[in-house]
């Protein structure tokens, strides 16, 4: 189950960086109009278990919508079956929910998600009473084919963050100087950490052991984790506070770590932004978001060394199968110390 929802937890956020859901798209009906159409007690079954995945899997605003959003599919698909009850769900009505979204087009990887889902649903429905057993248990999933993620090369990363340390430190306009210090913070911390950018984001100025260098995270399912962070990042975060944050600040800024342009705190977007705009200035680097720069961050790791259950527990990874994608970059390692070791090499 706990591998389950780690599963459905890798491909919700997937879905969300794509922006909207493949059911949204040509005209389709919102969720939202979905949702209000369904019979009475299968639209109350989708609110208790969005309360259930919010305050007892504790699960972000987005993974809440995905996974309310694929539970909306679901029993719209057995109400047009004219079964008005969760108790009337079963195996094959699973599997033909899946089989329509296949022939609709949808990807394996979103079918996988939907298959997830339902297996959390099904597994909830059983415990809260609303089915005598749980029919999801027998819900194959479609395999979906991992591609590795892109990521910079050693010497990009270093070329792309060191570039910002330099434009901070010959700004021309002084007024600008606050938010490229804030900018170039974010560079560094996302780079030395491999933090999300929502983790990123929801940082507060006590999250930051200064003398130990380590920064708390609050990540999904409000687990805590300490990540260390560097030199670099250390000298980019005194600037900020002492030159940056003080000329953002204002009453409403509370105590988040960075603050944008108006003085609030930085939203994802604008830190989606800002990496793409600086990625821009480098025609041969692949252009990335800040997940990219996870990705970067883990590789770079797995490369130096790091054995995987440190990356895993660094990167705030549920389990270990979500941080394995990774080594692919051993491959090279091992190369390289085949060639040096092996004397028929």
Same mark, same amino acid.
Request: overall charge positive.
């Given at each position: 189950?706990?591998?389950?929802?780690?599963?459905? *937890?890798?491909?919700?956020?997937?879905?969300?960086?794509?922006?909207?859901?493949?059911?949204?798209?040509?005209?389709?009906?919102?969720?939202?109009?979905?949702?209000?159409?369904?019979?009475?007690?299968?639209?109350?079954?989708?609110?208790?278990?969005?309360?259930?995945?919010?305050?007892?899997?504790?699960?972000?605003?987005?993974?809440?919508?995905? #996974?309310? &959003?694929?539970?909306?599919?679901?029993? *719209?698909?057995?109400?047009?079956?004219?079964?008005?009850? $969760?108790?009337?769900?079963?195996? =094959?009505?699973?599997?033909?929910?899946?089989?329509?979204? +296949?022939?609709?087009?949808?990807?394996?990887?979103?079918?996988?998600?939907?298959?997830?889902?339902?297996?959390?649903?099904?597994?909830?429905?059983?415990?809260? &009473?609303?089915?005598? !057993?749980?029919?999801?248990?027998?819900? %194959?999933?479609?395999? !979906?084919? +991992?591609?590795?993620?892109?990521?910079?090369?050693?010497?990009?990363?270093?070329?792309?963050?060191?570039?910002?340390?330099? &434009?901070?430190?010959?700004?021309?306009? =002084?007024? *600008?100087? =606050?938010?490229?210090?804030?900018?170039?913070?974010?560079?560094?911390?996302? #780079?030395?950490?491999?933090?999300?950018?929502?983790?990123?984001?929801?940082?507060?100025? *006590?999250?930051?052991?200064?003398?130990?260098?380590?920064?708390? $995270?609050?990540?999904?399912?409000?687990?805590?984790?300490?990540?260390? #962070?560097?030199?670099?990042?250390?000298?980019?975060?005194?600037?900020?506070?002492?030159?940056?944050?003080?000329?953002?600040?204002?009453?409403?800024?509370?105590?988040?770590?960075?603050?944008?342009?108006?003085? %609030?705190?930085?939203?994802?977007?604008?830190?989606?932004?800002?990496?793409?705009?600086?990625?821009?200035?480098?025609?041969?680097?692949?252009?990335?978001? =800040?997940?990219?720069?996870?990705?970067?961050?883990?590789?770079?790791?797995?490369?130096?060394?790091?054995?995987?259950?440190?990356?895993?527990?660094?990167?705030?990874?549920?389990?270990?199968?979500?941080?394995?994608?990774?080594?692919?970059?051993?491959?090279?390692?091992?190369?390289?110390? #085949?060639?040096?070791?092996?004397? +028929?090499?």
């Amino acid at each position: 189950m706990v591998e389950c929802v780690a599963v459905l *937890d890798r491909l919700a956020c997937a879905a969300d960086r794509q922006g909207v859901s493949a059911e949204q798209a040509g005209g389709r009906p919102s969720i939202a109009a979905v949702r209000a159409a369904l019979p009475t007690e299968l639209a109350a079954a989708v609110t208790a278990f969005e309360r259930h995945v919010a305050r007892e899997l504790g699960r972000s605003p987005h993974t809440v919508r995905a #996974y309310t &959003g694929d539970v909306v599919g679901l029993l *719209d698909h057995l109400a047009r079956r004219g079964i008005v009850e $969760v108790s009337g769900l079963d195996l =094959p009505t699973l599997r033909s929910w899946l089989a329509r979204l +296949r022939t609709s087009g949808v990807a394996p990887a979103t079918l996988a998600r939907r298959s997830a889902t339902a297996r959390v649903f099904t597994a909830w429905a059983h415990r809260a &009473g609303l089915l005598s !057993t749980d029919v999801g248990q027998l819900l %194959g999933s479609p395999k !979906t084919p +991992r591609t590795l993620p892109s990521v910079l090369r050693m010497d990009q990363a270093a070329a792309v963050v060191g570039t910002g340390a330099l &434009g901070v430190a010959q700004h021309a306009n =002084p007024d *600008d100087e =606050p938010l490229a210090l804030r900018d170039q913070l974010i560079f560094e911390l996302l #780079y030395a950490t491999g933090v999300r950018v929502s983790e990123l984001c929801g940082l507060d100025l *006590d999250h930051t052991d200064r003398e130990r260098r380590l920064v708390r $995270v609050l990540g999904k399912g409000a687990k805590e984790r300490a990540v260390p #962070y560097g030199v670099p990042a250390e000298t980019a975060l005194t600037a900020y506070l002492e030159h940056g944050r003080p000329a953002l600040v204002t009453a409403g800024s509370g105590s988040a770590l960075l603050l944008g342009a108006r003085g %609030g705190r930085v939203d994802p977007r604008t830190v989606r932004r800002i990496v793409h705009a600086r990625l821009a200035q480098f025609p041969d680097t692949v252009d990335l978001g =800040p997940h990219g720069l996870r990705h970067t961050v883990a590789t770079h790791l797995l490369e130096g060394g790091a054995d995987l259950r440190s990356v895993q527990e660094l990167l705030g990874h549920a389990t270990l199968a979500t941080t394995q994608i990774y080594t692919h970059v051993s491959v090279e390692r091992l190369r390289s110390a #085949y060639r040096q070791a092996h004397p +028929r090499a």
